[in-house]
């Protein structure tokens, strides 16, 4: 099975489990307040970003055959790390604000874009 198939099915099923902490979230809050968690509304942006990402990766594999190595690289990253960002803010809001989340947030939109522009370019096997 093609790379960006299976990082994406996996980005999928981490998106469908998280669904459960959607459950916590409405029936169980103070769980995530047990954990440290200040800003809830942030697990449901984890929640769908995992679905999202993981839809992408699986329709640029499928459609794009053979995309070369760096170009796969560059969106396993960019929508690996991109639902990720959602998780220092729900700890810490305050997290946007530093430098290392904002270089890592650069980075990876730049790596989303950068690869499906690539993929666009290279087009459909």
Avoid: C
Avoid at 113 to 122: C, F, K, M, R, T
Wanted: no cysteine; glycine share 10%; net charge neutral.
């Amino acid at each position: 099975m093609d790379l960006l198939l299976q990082i994406g099915l996996i980005q999928l099923a981490v998106g469908a489990l998280l669904g459960w902490a959607m459950v916590i979230r409405l029936e169980r809050p103070e769980w995530l307040k047990k954990i440290g968690v200040v800003q809830s509304h942030r697990v449901l942006q984890v929640h769908l970003d995992f679905v999202i990402m993981g839809l992408i990766l699986i329709a640029v594999g499928l459609a794009v055959g053979d995309l070369p190595d760096v170009a796969a690289g560059l969106l396993i990253f960019g929508t690996t790390v991109n639902p990720l960002l959602f998780v220092p803010p729900a700890f810490s809001p305050d997290a946007q604000k530093r430098l290392w989340y904002r270089s890592l947030s650069v980075a990876s939109f730049l790596a989303v874009s950068g690869g499906l522009v690539w993929a666009a370019i290279v087009g459909p096997s």
